[in-house]
T-cell receptor, first 114, second 114 residues
Framework: DQQVKQNSPSLSVQEGRISILNCDYT??????FLWYKKYPAEGPTFLIS?????DKNEDGRFTVFLNKSAKHLSLHIVPSQPGDSAVYFC?????????????FGTGTRLKVLA | DGGITQSPKYLFRKEGQNVTLSCEQN?????MYWYRQDPGQGLRLIYY???????QKGDIAEGYSVSREKKESFPLTVTSAQKNPTAFYLC?????????????FGDGTRLSIL
């Protein structure tokens, strides 16, 4: 059972426009969410996070929105740049017996067209 | 530069052979993790260690073994019992295994079967 879902395997956006990547989750116990960016043949790098006590977190061109009632989060990139072309993973975590483990989505490949 | 080093970048295994993937970090992190990535799937947790000389099974530990004798090292052995070992393996670390903290990833090892 996939607890964290990224239903769009790929997305293409024109340079300068907004990129919106979506992530849905099923476990209501998740209370911390992250987005990672991954280039080919490299490990993921941390991008931005949000805890469940917030509904928005912003860092430069990147903003993450959390809608707890819908169990949905999204990553907005504005403006999109060609260097943003990568695979983006969302991840979620809940405390289980004091252990903090992350469940990752399947990723969305973003292509920013120049 | 602090970071996580995984070696080798590519590894080939013969049928019935055990192979060991190396993961070294100089970030002084207490917690370390091993993930497996397959095409079209998210990262799945194999093993994790919150402190030296202690480790726990993740979601897909069967056919794998680990050790954590030193803080900076967390090698993963893919045993002959792992029937489908071909995958991209990622090692990660975080300052501690408690509290919500982003994980830092290495650049991965791609394992293939000859």
């Amino acid at each position: 059972d996939q607890q964290v879902k990224q239903n769009s395997p790929s997305l293409s956006v024109q340079e300068g426009r907004i990129s919106i990547l979506n992530c849905d989750y099923t476990n209501s116990m998740f209370d911390y969410f992250l987005w990672y960016k991954k280039y080919p043949a490299e490990g993921p790098t941390f991008l931005i996070s949000i805890s469940s006590i917030k509904d928005k977190n912003e860092d430069g061109r990147f903003t993450v929105f959390l809608n707890k009632s819908a169990k949905h989060l999204s990553l907005h990139i504005v403006p999109s740049q060609p260097g943003d072309s990568a695979v983006y993973f969302c991840a979620a975590s809940a405390t289980t017996s004091g252990t903090y483990k992350y469940i990752f989505g399947t990723g969305t490949r973003l292509k920013v067209l120049a | 530069d602090g970071g996580i080093t995984q070696s080798p970048k590519y590894l080939f295994r013969k049928e019935g052979q055990n192979v060991t993937l190396s993961c070294e970090q100089n970030l002084n992190h207490d917690a370390m993790y091993w993930y497996r990535q397959d095409p079209g799937q998210g990262l799945r947790l194999i093993y994790y260690s919150q402190i030296v000389n202690d480790f726990q099974k993740g979601d897909i530990a069967e056919g794998y073994s680990v050790s954590r004798e030193k803080k900076e090292s967390f090698p993963l052995t893919v045993t002959s019992a792992q029937k489908n070992p071909t995958a991209f393996y990622l090692c990660a670390s975080s300052p501690t295994g408690t509290g919500y903290q982003p994980q830092h990833f290495g650049d991965g090892t791609r394992l293939s079967i000859l």
